[in-house]
């Protein structure tokens, strides 16, 4: 096969990628604000998906660049990336038929790692970075949690003297704007985890002369993630929603904004996070202030083994289908 089709094929998995991305990852937006029936679940993806379209035109490229540099230069080849891409589609595609909201993240750098270690060893791949990413796997949703905790117990005493039944119209209102900030953040991170491969790709086969991210690279991302959104994942939305904890407009509201400062932070840094994690973590946080038993550890205690299992669950996909490429 000629190199530029093998090149535009890599290219046209990785959207596709990017567009499950934002399929299984349409809990991640949508979950608490159809869970609290601000919105129908229809009208609720659309939403989500223009504001995850329109972080192209609020945000930069750092995460893009750090994803872009897990890999040693000299490593990376086409079928290290086509092996990393398959393992996290592969991942993505599982852990949806499950109904367990994983990081769609977590999986393509799984699959990076797994792919690369099989092809060159430990010494082809980043540490450094690595480990900043493992320990924002620990961090994000500890963050989402305390800041849901505190914005929820902090609401709570404002709201002390207001019954719940008349502040709820209030809440159902600025969870529509809660949900866009969120989804913008949503759309900065996962989107930008796709341009990196892509630039990767593209600088390894020596159409760009250096590593950066081509605009077109950007606006197809971005149009990729929101469009998958759209399809949305209604298995993992059930659970993030409905199963974790019940949630009333006021909870969301304090969910989603949470998460949402939490990715704008980290999107800042350059520091990809999961966003999966984040939301999870500040809707435990929600729940935890009502009482420890609001929160449904059970199924809690098995999102997280599935948070566990997905980085090493997406490398040994990847690595045997890098072994089954030669």
């Known amino acids: 096969m000629p190199t530029a089709i093998y090149v535009a094929l890599i290219c046209l ?3 596709i990628f990017d567009f499950i991305n934002g399929f299984h990852d349409a809990a991640n937006s949508v979950a608490t604000v159809v869970s609290t029936r601000v919105l129908r679940p229809a009208y609720a993806v659309v939403w989500a998906a223009f504001f995850n379209f329109l972080a192209v035109f609020v945000f930069g490229v750092k995460v893009a660049n750090t994803i872009g540099k897990i890999v040693h230069a000299p490593a990376v080849n086409n079928e290290l990336i086509l092996a990393a891409l398959v393992g996290a589609i592969a991942w993505d595609l599982l852990t949806w038929w499950l109904g367990l909201p994983t990081s769609s993240s977590h999986a393509l750098i799984g699959g990076l790692a797994g792919a690369a270690l099989v092809q060159s060893g430990w010494h082809s791949l980043q540490t450094g970075e690595l480990a900043l990413i493992s320990v924002f796997i620990v961090l994000s949703p500890l963050i989402g949690l305390v800041l849901g905790f505190i914005m929820r117990t902090l609401l709570s005493w404002i709201f002390r003297r207001t019954s719940p039944k008349a502040v709820s119209p209030l809440f159902r209102r600025l969870q529509l704007v809660s949900a866009a900030l969120y989804s913008l953040g949503h759309g900065t991170n996962d989107a930008q985890k796709t341009m990196g491969v892509v630039a990767l790709l593209l600088f390894s086969n020596g159409y760009l002369s250096s590593f950066y991210i081509p605009f077109w690279v950007v606006m197809l991302a971005y149009a990729a993630i929101g469009l998958g959104t759209m399809a949305g994942g209604w298995r993992i939305i059930k659970t993030m ?3 974790i904890t019940k ?5 969301g509201f304090c969910a989603e904004v949470s998460a949402a400062i939490s990715l704008f932070g980290t999107a ?3 520091i ?4 999966t994690h984040t939301i999870t973590g500040a809707i435990i946080g929600v729940g935890s202030t009502k009482r420890l038993s609001a929160v449904r550890w059970g199924v809690t205690i098995g999102v997280v ?7 090493p669950g997406a490398a040994a996909i990847a690595a045997l289908m890098r072994l089954a490429l030669g």
């Open 241 to 243: 929603g409905m199963k």
């Open 13 to 15: 998995i990785a959207f």
């Open 268 to 270: 800042h840094a350059g």
């Open 305 to 311: 083994w599935a948070w566990v299992l997905t980085i």
């Open 247 to 251: 949630l009333q407009p006021v909870d």
């Open 272 to 275: 990809p996070v999961s966003t």
